[in-house]
């Protein structure tokens, strides 16, 4: 894939910002600006295609439950969140 620079201008604090979580993970600010603009662009695709399925007329919604029965997922489930309740105990105490 063919890259192209771009140049863009932000504020202080945000370099600041930029720099020191660079230092941090041991990456170069490019690389830390390119994630984020691949995962913002990504998640503006996802809002998009929800949109676009709410607004279908036709649409089926389901209840958690219904879709926990229809998967056959119910024991998985519990099992999960059993465990999940169980760590925050472990932390909490």
Do not use: F, P
Request: proline content about 0%; aromatic content about 10%.
């Amino acid at each position: 894939m063919n890259k192209v620079n771009l140049s863009l201008r932000v504020s202080e604090e945000l370099e600041k910002k930029l720099e020191k979580t660079a230092k941090k993970l041991d990456r170069n600010k490019s690389y830390l600006v390119r994630k984020a603009l691949e995962k913002y662009l990504e998640e503006i695709e996802d809002y998009e295609i929800a949109t676009e399925r709410l607004s279908k007329k036709n649409a089926k919604y389901y209840e958690t439950s219904e879709v926990k029965r229809l998967l056959n997922i119910n024991e998985l489930w519990d099992y999960l969140a059993w465990g999940y309740n169980r760590r925050l105990k472990k932390v909490s105490s």
